[in-house]
């Protein structure tokens, strides 16, 4: 067979959102609780068709509440539980969410972003619920968001957040915007390493408890993060959403609540470096960078190819985690530049927490926000990178 003809059937033309549902299937997800939304409903009939065959479990239930009332349930139990949902009924799990960040049971939530406030524009992207990943949820807590920009990246990304809900025994929110969720790009798997897989057992001390270990639940480990053994499993133990101790019972105990609360944010903002990925592109040598996510940075990708072409000095810094957001790194890599662009489609959520963590660095940083329900083009970025750029005192990018 010739080369180029075993390539053609090695890539398969696949829509963000199908990508999601695949790599969600290679993952080992084995239950999935839903209810349809715009844009994010092509994961569900992708999941209702295949789960079926594959003899794992779909269930389409009432709402959103329901839905991620029964995924708790399925992985207190065992299974690698996820859905896909869109801001409103996003919105509607947020109380659930705190209850799985609380009792510590792994999820993943696909969130196919669309134009809001409320119904707004239900096929139009938005990054609008940026801060809602983070703070959706009342009390004080940790999550972590990944936020891809290709079709492939859904695949890969959908994968790494299993393997992180269930590292760090927490809800994993996967935010993609419309864009993304309903582009159709060639996708080759073939091309790239086997991705690796990670599952609870694997962080259980099986020798320890068959020799009369005591388990503890909700331990207070040194990486923070006790290890999980599904209900059924031969250990007794009880969940609650209410503050408990390590055995998992109620406690009001200052000192205990005040170590639970410490372990259950540290146990993710303590290990950003190990979390938190960016693709820098060109910044080594840059003077201006653009600081960019999801399918915008697929504009700002072409305005810097363009930018670059005209002889100026600009880089592209892409971040595939949101949450925890990676202040550190980017006030490492950014320093000495000039300015930092950062484009959104939003009023500029994520750019609070830049523009913090560029702070007292010397580097300018500006916000370009649009909230029109359209993609930020690349000429748009051009524009204000330039206008920015010609109001810097002592030069140009």
């Not at 590292?167 to 790009?185: A, M, N």
Request: hydrophobic share 40%; charged share 20%.
């Amino acid at each position: 067979m010739p080369a180029n003809k075993q390539l053609r059937e090695n890539i398969r033309l696949m829509q963000g959102n199908e990508a999601c549902a695949l790599g969600a299937i290679k993952a080992g997800a084995s239950f999935f609780g839903g209810y349809p939304i715009t844009p994010s409903t092509e994961i569900a009939e992708y999941i209702a068709r295949e789960f079926p065959r594959l003899g794992r479990y779909f269930m389409q239930m009432e709402d959103e509440i329901a839905s991620i009332g029964a995924m708790i349930g399925a992985s207190m139990v065992g299974h690698k539980a996820f859905t896909a949902t869109s801001g409103p009924g996003f919105s509607l799990m947020q109380e659930l969410v705190g209850y799985a960040a609380v009792a510590e049971i792994p999820l993943v939530i696909i969130n196919v972003m669309r134009f809001g406030p409320s119904t707004g524009l239900p096929t139009m992207p938005q990054s609008g619920d940026i801060m809602q990943a983070r703070w959706g949820t009342h009390g004080d807590h940790s999550i972590i968001a990944l936020s891809p920009s290709s079709v492939q990246e859904a695949y890969y990304t959908t994968i790494r957040a299993f393997n992180l809900a269930e590292q760090y025994r927490t809800p994993v929110i996967v935010l993609l915007d419309e864009k993304i969720g309903h582009l159709r790009e060639g996708f080759d798997i073939s091309q790239d390493p086997e991705p690796e897989i990670i599952n609870r057992s694997d962080f259980v001390d099986q020798a320890a408890l068959a020799q009369g270990g005591k388990y503890l639940p909700f331990a207070n480990t040194p990486d923070g993060v006790p290890p999980m053994i599904p209900l059924g499993q031969g250990q007794r133990y009880h969940f609650t959403g209410l503050t408990h101790n390590q055995a998992g019972f109620y406690t009001s105990d200052a000192q205990q609540v005040e170590t639970f609360i410490h372990r259950l944010c540290h146990k993710i903002e303590d290990h950003v470096a190990e979390i938190a990925e960016l693709e820098q592109l060109q910044c080594a040598d840059a003077d201006c960078v653009i600081l960019a996510y999801g399918a915008v940075a697929r504009s700002a990708q072409e305005a810097m190819d363009d930018l670059r072409q005209a002889g100026h000095k600009v880089g592209l810094l892409r971040l595939k985690t949101i949450w925890p957001f990676p202040a550190a790194q980017i006030r490492e890599i950014c320093a000495g530049k000039k300015m930092v662009l950062m484009p959104e489609m939003n009023m500029g959520q994520l750019a609070v927490e830049a523009k913090a963590a560029l702070s007292g660095s010397g580097v300018a940083f500006h916000s370009l926000n649009q909230v029109n329900g359209r993609l930020i083009t690349p000429a748009v970025i051009k524009q204000a990178l330039l206008e920015n750029q010609a109001k810097l005192i002592g030069g140009a990018c």
